[in-house]
């Protein structure tokens, strides 16, 4: 008896030690089993102290009254299966008819505290079941991407979310997309990410960086390249140039005809032939607020600037040419034409920001609890952040710590990747093809 006390002591130190200092580890010996367990034994309680079920159908009560019985319960909705996953635990639940997926979304942090989890989630699979997704600990608090990840052309991992999952950045799916935080937010740790899975792919990277040392660094995986408001109005202008050109090329591809097949009418980049499908461009702009705002009252070059990038947003999609916005702020007091940019850019991602005006700008038009949540990322938490959908759904992620050396390394091994564009060739940034050795190093060799 003594020897099993012993061993229960030790088993129990163990999970105690584990939970404090290694929470995934203790979530796959300890923690699954401990609630998958709470779930089965807590659900019709927990169900019913959170008001998720629906009085007995009226020919129940009518049995109950007719036999004199008690009244029937509480009807539970049915639990479908429970599935153990590597941060937590899904439940496929059935609805009742009057029940909603609002109901289950409201009673969220109700759940959280009865399951006893760190975070409960719940979307809707098709009319009548959702799936609820229990996060069993912090997966925010270290990040950790899985070892296997979905790639794809112009699909890459760049963060982990809240319940456990990847998101991805689908340049097919959202093509433009402004990503807004405070200094310190992690917003360029996050840039660099995007940047570094981009580097392996066959697409062109150019960037717009007038403060000269953010983009800068990754000059050999660039095509093009501008530090200065004056040589981003002229790459702009070519950009809009070049997707005229594409245009013209699928205008004289799409041979429309009565019988020509659905199938081999060119509408994008994607329909045209693999000869002649041009290269991707994704369009990196660092601090935008540098681009759009102006000491004069009637700038030209700002004009031409904000028309491009606007031509761009809009037409830019069938083109292949693709608009990763960043900046601290991006709001009315740019100046014209900010507004109508903005509309245009369907992703919006939002990092720790010093005031709730800057989280309205990106997410007052999607949701006010994703406005709400921006508020409330905390400063020890760099590189979290909130990401809203047009649908008005969102959800918090934190993307891996991505060091400067880290991107710059991945540029340089995939340097031949670089396509050459004719039309941005005076862009194109001049790199030396080995390291300057330093005057000291050269004096004592």
């Known amino acids: ?59 129940r009560l009518a049995l109950a009254r007719w036999s004199k019985r008690p009244a029937p319960q509480q009807r539970v909705p049915r639990l479908l299966w429970i599935k153990p996953t590597r941060t937590g635990v899904r ?66 991992p760049v963060a982990l979310v809240e319940d456990g999952s990847v998101h991805y950045r689908d340049y097919r799916e959202v093509p433009h997309s402004v990503t807004v ?65 594409i245009y013209d090329v699928i205008r004289r591809e799409q041979r429309i005809s009565a019988d020509t097949p659905d199938a081999e009418i060119a509408a994008n980049i994607w329909d045209l032939p693999e000869a002649l499908r041009p290269v991707p461009i994704v369009v990196t702009i660092d601090e935008i607020a540098e681009l759009a705002m102006s000491s004069k009252r009637n700038d030209p070059r700002r004009d031409r600037i904000i028309t491009a990038l606007i031509r761009l947003a809009q037409l830019g999609r069938a083109a292949g040419i693709f608009l990763d916005l960043y900046g ?58 909130v990401v809203g959908y047009s649908t008005g759904e969102w959800t918090r992620i934190r993307t891996p710590h991505t060091s400067m050396r880290q991107a710059v390394s991945a540029c340089n091994r995939y340097a031949h990747l670089t396509p050459e564009l004719p039309e941005l060739a005076r862009f194109r940034p001049v790199v030396d093809l080995a390291p300057v050795e330093a005057p000291a190093v050269a004096e004592a060799a």
């Open 328 to 385: 601290q702020r991006f709001g009315s007091e740019l100046g014209d034409g900010i507004t109508m940019l903005r509309a245009q850019l369907t992703g919006r991602t939002v990092h720790r920001v010093n005031d709730e005006s800057t989280a309205k700008m990106a997410f007052g038009d999607i949701s006010p609890h994703a406005v709400f949540a921006a508020t409330q990322i905390p400063n020890t938490r760099r590189g979290m952040a």
């Open 181 to 245: 935080g405070a200094t310190q937010s992690g917003k360029s740790v996050f840039q660099r990410t995007v940047i570094k899975e981009l580097a392996a792919q066959r697409v062109a990277l150019v960037g717009i960086d007038c403060k000269t040392i953010e983009l800068s660094p990754f000059a050999r995986r660039l095509s093009a390249l501008a530090d200065n408001p004056d040589d981003a109005a002229d790459l702009l202008e070519a950009l809009v140039s070049r997707m005229a050109g």
């Open 1 to 59: 008896m003594t020897r099993v006390l012993i061993a229960l002591a030790i088993v129990a130190g163990l999970a105690l030690l584990l939970k404090w200092r290694r929470p995934a580890w203790y979530w796959l010996t300890f923690g699954i089993a401990f609630s998958v367990l709470r779930i089965r034994l807590r659900y019709a309680a927990v169900m019913d102290a959170c008001h998720l079920t629906v009085p007995a159908s009226r020919w």
């Open 91 to 156: 439940l496929r639940i059935k609805m009742w008819p009057g029940q909603d997926a609002f109901e289950f979304s409201a009673a969220a942090d109700r759940l959280r505290h009865s399951f006893a989890v760190h975070q409960v989630t719940s979307r809707e699979i098709k009319p009548g079941v959702i799936e609820i997704t229990l996060t069993g600990y912090d997966v925010l608090k270290h990040v950790q991407m899985p070892a296997k990840t979905g790639r794809g052309l112009l699909r890459i």
